[in-house]
Structure formats: C-alpha cells, structure tokens
C-alpha cells in the first residue's frame, strides 16, 4: 500500500494515515472504539503501539481523524478533538461553544489552513489550523425534522 503525502482515510471507525502525519517512526494510523494505533514498518511487516491518551485525553472511541500541519487530528465520541504529539494526545479542543451539549464528531476534513468538522448534532464546526473555533452552521434548523440530523459527512474546497 503506498500512501499519499498527508492523506487521511477513514472506514469504519479506522483511520489512517502516512508518517507526515503520525511522525517519523510510524506509517499509519488506526483508530476505533477506546484505541488508538501507531503502526510501523518492521521489515516487510507492520507492528503496531497503541496510542497514549495521557492526561490531556480521555480513553474513548476514535471515530474520524485528519491531517492538519503535519499532526493527527482526530474526532471522538464525546465531541472533542485531539490533537496528536507523535502517539500522545497532546491537546484536547472542545467542539462545543457552550450553547450545546458535546456531541459526537463524526467527520473531519482539512485542507490548508482550515478544518470543517461534521458532528452528531447537525451541526458543521469551522477551525483554523490552529483549531482555534470561526464558524458553527446549525444544519438541524434547516432540515426536515423527519432526518436524522447528525453530519456524517463533510469538505472543504
């Protein structure tokens, strides 16, 4: 499998992604309900190390995830973002503002200096590379109410 510069696939809960993302030492990434692996070349085989949430995450399941400036950046279930240092959370970003309950991430996409976000609760999150918040969209308000609501998908252009 030959990986693209800064690509992020996501199937199933699994993420992965090249070492420009996961640092040096690892090739990809994989992720699901309470993990998170780092995976790495051992001759023609790969090995894998989990994850370490530390003191800045929260074990939980990892459900979508995205390159941005070169870190891991993935959802949860809880609604938070973690931004990966190598195979520690190295930061936990809230995708709530306060005016709603943390729900589910469901997908990220990110494109240059900025980050889209699709979450549980119909609503879209806009962060720059810097995962500081800019914008929020309540998709939910102009929906028929008989859907679902949640975002399961989202891209930036």
């Known amino acids: 499998m030959q990986a693209m510069p800064g690509a992020v696939a996501v199937s199933g809960g699994a993420v992965s992604a ?16 309470d993990h998170v692996r780092f995976w790495k ?16 995450g929260r074990v939980q399941s990892v459900i979508c995830g995205a390159v941005v400036r070169g870190n891991l950046v993935t959802g949860t279930a809880s609604g938070h973002l973690y931004r990966w240092d190598g195979r520690t959370v190295g930061a936990s970003i809230p995708t709530s503002d306060g005016s709603h309950k943390l729900r589910s991430v469901y997908h990220i996409d990110a494109r240059g ?5 699709g979450m549980r609760d119909g609503t879209v999150r806009v962060f720059d590379a810097s995962l500081q ?3 929020k969209i309540d998709l939910a308000e102009s929906q028929d109410k008989s ?3 949640a975002v399961h998908a989202v891209a930036l252009r």
Do not use: I
């Open 113 to 117: 200096s900025a980050l889209v976000v």
């Open 133 to 135: 918040p800019h914008a």
């Open 41 to 56: 070349r051992n001759g023609r085989s790969l090995e894998c190390v989990r994850g370490l949430f530390g003191s800045k």
């Open 18 to 33: 090249d070492g420009s993302a996961t640092g040096p030492e690892f090739v990809a990434a994989s992720g699901g309900k």
């Open 147 to 149: 859907m679902d609501g």
